[in-house]
């Protein structure tokens, strides 16, 4: 056994290093053992360590270091090409031993890096966190087993440091230079915005400025410079798709910001950072176009960009006193987004940004180090496990999203590593990874085609030896396309090959093909036994608001206007037309988007009647998952209820990571499960299929534990199948966590049936409509009730809503209590139900002040004050954040959030009036005023709240004594406390190995 490795660096000496030696003139490293040292040799490419295979143990060279005061990092960085035929990967080790003061080499802690071998000249950097007591270090590299050559030519150590100086230039300096040659030392390193983690890949930027004008510059290492990814070239384009640098600016006394990139081909794209509301997270708005300058140098293994942004186009007329900072890289050849933050999250998280004070002396970048605890697994008292399940074998739908098993799934630096057979070894290793997890396989008709390297042939020799089934993608570009160019279509944009589901031409698009694979599974009787099931539409609202805006989408005018017609004369009342949700809202929008969303769901209804009748009349056997919910970060705009007779599944898809971005990470941590709980109560007549986060997505990485907890989550709530989402490479980009959705589907394979409570005396009411009108997507009420009474109370509970009621007018009845965390808008039916509900002595807990407000149908509800009790409400300004609850126990509330209408970052808060003289007590305001009244109603108890108490989901995860309050009202309804599925917990198990790459 022989192997060669060759370690070079960079020739082109960029500012920042701390430490930098040439090993063709130095050899300045020690040998262990020392009777080796004739084996450590200068020669013309550096020096030279040889092993041989008749070593006992490995041979090694060491050196050793001070460390400055004050660093609490340390980055090196090696280039290096390796030939061996050991593929151990410990045969090439690197270990850093810090030291303590006049101590042992590793006495304040060790580090080791296996160093990766590669064929082909390669950069290797390495990261450790220098511990506290340090005060120098020993760093070894090391050989073992079998024949090996070692060539170190260069060796580069940078201390990070959390300042950089700024330079200020004089008028007229020429910018358009080389980064590298600014003499700055650079802010580094970056870090990895899904892990927190210093990047693999090194990117370095530097800051000046003049009297007019700031720049940038950014210096981004690239070993792979042939498959530099530049294909945008027009202005504002997505140079995101593209390798490319960010420059984020923000202005905390003006409250504005800026977002600039910059691609290899030196494409720009420019915008605004914006909050929807207030407490949103910023987004980039590209309508806003600045005027600013750019230059990109392309070398041998780097490229680097400056970026010139003139004051003025800022809005100053001199130097700012103070700017916010982000500088950001996303790298397309071997993927990796990076940012010089040192805490996990979006690039633009402006309360995380460094920051420039030009006033100071000397002028400085400063970023801040945030010590996150970001956890999405609660902390449950007394878990349980075997003591819910049944008897019953769980035989659950076990997948996965197919990325990995297609060679054009890996960028072109890391798939042409290796030839199509070498590919197809990979392609077996994956497969029988799945096999072993009794895991559905990938999706047809895609696997089906020669480009992808798998075949029919090889499908169907995998599902005779393991019984591996395949789902089938109803979806997907092609079918759109069919749709738009062969049949006629209404509701589409061409340009973007978008069209809604609901046009009558996807329909028949989806319907010719059908009728191929009828006739297919007609001719092939093995065909039909490998499929798994049917997967129709993947969060069908995606496309519809630009495909029905007038603003988006002008050349649907005339078909618009059609649409329009329809939705007055059917949903409409003959008033409420066509929603657009890009021209400027209105007093009549929240009744538009009611009516929209209700003809939306009818038509979207009918396509899967006509769908599911084809597939059962044909393929009876095969599950048909009609539609897939987007649930990513919050409640999408489908009306479960309505759509549930006619799909065998629906699916949704919580992704915690979103929405703790978008809604706070309160609003996060039982995601997964509120998500399938509301889908699976209100699906009465489907199965759920969850599609869980397996995924780094909005700048987070799941941990192994976070699939552990969502899984249990999903299984305790209803999930009946699983296929999870583990895109963007994840299989490479996130291995522990596919290595423990692998993990997880295997146990789920043996699991037996949850013992899951099949009725419950506690209801809680979710309004569509009011999803609809108030653009609530958060649902930050709904999911704050269903956290107290389910996984802190411990209260089984049923999630309905009005179509469920449509469809069961007797739907409430089966309720003693029923919670109603908004109803604002109503219609008569559920007016009725809910009139009943009390008739039979139910008590109905209103937690919307704005309660019955609104009928559909655009007027104001007549009986409100009568339902109430003859109780007034006028509207008061409340800043303090609790009630009193009349035992004297504090209630937190919470302001609202991402709502759009004008109590957004407010507490929804009124004073009641005419309160009549039977009305008990339950809560004040701090002036005394009552806040919570309960009310005799018929022969039932109405409890109304005159405060909204959970704008946002803070009462989720610490509910304080609203625990006290719901038991008090779950008792009285007879609903026992602490339900063990509750508790349901998945330890740690067995952990699956993680797949070894062909790359």
């Keep these: 056994m022989r192997c060669l490795l060759l370690l070079f660096l960079t020739s082109c000496t960029l500012y920042g290093a701390d430490y930098i030696r040439d090993y063709r003139n130095s050899a300045n490293l020690s040998v262990y053992p020392a009777k080796y040292k004739a084996n450590w040799t200068k020669t013309p ?27 609490i990092e340390l980055s090196g960085k090696i280039r290096y090409r390796a030939t061996c035929t050991d593929e151990k990967s410990e045969s090439i080790r690197m270990t850093l031993n810090f030291n303590k003061k006049n101590s042992r080499n590793g006495s304040a802690g060790s580090v080791r890096f296996p160093v990766p071998q590669s064929a082909e000249m390669r950069e290797f950097q390495f990261h450790a966190a220098v511990p506290k007591d340090a005060v120098g270090f020993q760093m070894v ?229 945030t010590i996150e605890n970001i956890t999405y697994v609660p902390s449950r008292k007394k878990p349980v496990f075997d003591e819910v399940f049944t008897s019953e074998n769980g035989n659950y739908t076990l997948g996965a999203w197919a990325g ?122 093995e065909y039909r036994k490998m499929l798994a099931f049917f997967h129709g539409i993947d969060e069908p609202t995606n496309q519809t608001a630009h495909c029905f805006s007038p603003t988006r989408n002008p050349e649907g005018k005339a078909a618009l206007e059609g649409a329009d017609r329809m939705i007055r004369e059917t949903t409409g009342f003959g008033k409420f037309g066509l929603y657009d949700r890009f021209a400027p809202a209105d007093a009549e929008a929240p009744f538009r988007r009611i009516a929209f969303w209700r003809w939306w769901n009818r038509q979207f209804r009918n396509y899967l009647a006509a769908t599911s009748k084809l597939l059962r009349e044909q393929l009876p056997e095969v599950p048909y998952l009609g ?16 759509l549930s007779p006619e ?128 653009e609530d997507s958060a649902g930050h009420a709904a999911y704050t009730v269903y956290s107290i009474l389910g996984e802190h109370l411990g209260v089984w509970f049923r999630f309905v809503s009005p179509s469920s009621v449509f469809q069961d007018r007797a739907a409430l009845e089966r309720f003693r209590l029923l919670i109603v965390p908004r109803l604002r808008f109503c219609d008569g039916t559920t007016l009725d139900a809910l009139k009943k509900f009390l008739d039979k002595g139910g008590t109905l807990v209103v937690l919307d002040p704005g309660f019955l407000r609104y009928h559909i149908d655009g007027s104001a509800f007549a009986e409100r004050e009568q339902w109430l009790g003859g109780v007034h409400l006028t509207r008061k300004k409340l800043e303090s954040d609790s009630l009193t609850a009349a035992d004297g126990k504090k209630l937190p509330l919470s302001k609202v959030r991402n709502l759009t209408d004008g109590e957004n970052g407010t507490f929804d808060a009124w004073d009641f009036s005419g309160i009549p003289s039977g009305a008990t007590l339950l809560a004040s305001y701090p002036d005394g005023k009552p806040a919570i009244i309960r009310l005799k109603h018929g022969n039932g108890t109405l409890i109304v709240s005159a405060v909204q108490p959970f704008g946002d989901s803070s009462a989720a995860v610490k509910p304080g004594e609203w625990m006290s309050f719901f038991r008090h009202l779950t ?4 609903e026992p406390p602490d339900r063990p599925i509750w508790r349901f917990t998945i330890s740690k198990g067995k952990e699956t190995s993680l797949l070894k790459l062909p790359f």
């Excluded at 649930?631 to 309505?642: C, F, K, P, R, S």
């Excluded at 490479?732 to 949850?754: F, I, Q, T, W």
């Design 45 to 71: 490419e550096g020096c030279r360590l040889s092993r041989s295979a008749l070593l006992p143990s490995s041979l090694s060279v060491h050196g050793h270091w001070k460390l400055p005061e004050k660093y």
């Design 141 to 369: 590299i090391s050989l073992a087993g079998g024949d090996a050559e070692f060539v170190l030519q260069k060796l580069e150590l940078t201390y990070a440091r959390d300042q950089a100086e700024i330079e200020k230039l004089p008028s007229g300096a020429v910018w358009k230079q080389l980064p590298s040659t600014w003499k700055l030392r650079a802010m580094q390193p970056f870090y990895n915005h899904a892990t927190g983690e210093p990047a693999q890949t090194e990117t370095q930027v530097k800051f000046r400025f003049d009297d007019s004008a700031f720049y940038a510059g950014f210096i981004a290492s690239e070993m792979e410079m042939k498959y530099l990814v530049d294909q945008v070239k027009e202005h504002d384009g997505p140079v995101w798709k593209d390798d490319c640098v960010e420059l984020f600016l923000f202005d905390p006394a003006k409250n504005t910001g800026w977002h600039f990139a910059v691609n290899p081909a030196g494409t720009h794209f420019d915008g605004l950072l914006y909050q929807r509301v207030p407490g949103d997270p910023y987004r980039t708005s590209r309508e806003w176009n600045g005027v600013w300058e750019s230059a990109v140098f392309r070398k041998t293994e780097r490229w680097e960009t400056v970026i010139k942004i003139p004051w003025k186009t800022l809005g100053y007329d001199s130097v700012p006193r103070k700017l916010l900072v982000n500088a950001a890289r996303e790298r397309k050849t071997v993927p990796e987004n990076s940012h010089i933050l040192t805490a996990r999250g979006d690039f633009r998280a402006v309360d995380r940004f460094a920051e420039i004070d030009f006033t100071a002396d000397p002028v400085q970048l400063v970023r801040s180090r």
């Design 404 to 525: 990995g098993i297609y060679k054009a799934d890996f960028p072109p630096a890391l798939r042409n590593r290796i030839t199509d057979e070498e590919f197809m070894k990979w392609q077996d290793r994956l497969l029988e990874a799945w096999s072993k997890a009794k895991m559905t396989g990938p999706f047809l008709p895609w696997a089906e085609t020669p480009a992808n390297l798998i075949g029919i042939e090889k499908l169907k020799e995998f599902h005779r030896r393991t019984g591996m089934k395949y789902p089938y993608a109803l979806f997907g570009s092609g079918l759109r396309m069919t749709a738009i160019r062969k049949f006629e279509p209404r509701y589409f944009i061409s340009a973007q090959n978008f069209i809604d589901p609901t046009d009558p031409a996807y329909l028949k698009s989806v319907e010719s093909t059908l009728a191929g694979i009828f006739r297919r599974t007609q001719n092939d009787p």
């Design 627 to 642: 539609y897939n919910r987007n649930t990513t970060a919050g409640i999408d705009l489908t009306d479960v209820a309505l």
């Design 647 to 774: 799909s065998t599944w629906i699916g949704c898809d919580p992704y915690p990571t979103s929405t703790a971005a978008l809604y706070g990470m309160a609003r996060a941590v039982y995601h997964t499960g509120f998500s399938v709980k509301m889908t699976a109560d209100l699906a009465a007549k489907s199965e759920v299929c969850v599609m869980p986060q397996g995924f780094i997505y909005h700048g987070f990485k799941p941990s192994r534990e976070d699939i552990r907890e969502w899984t249990a989550q999903s299984l305790k709530n209803g999930a009946r199948h699983f296929f999870w989402y583990t895109g963007d490479l994840a299989i490479r980009n996130a291995s522990d966590v596919y290595s423990e959705m692998l993990g997880m589907n295997r146990r789920m394979a043996s699991m037996k049936k949850l013992d899951i409570p099949k009725e419950s005396a506690v209801g809680v009411f979710f309004s569509e409509y009011d999803k609809w009108a108030l």
């Design 971 to 974: 008792n009285e309804a007879g």
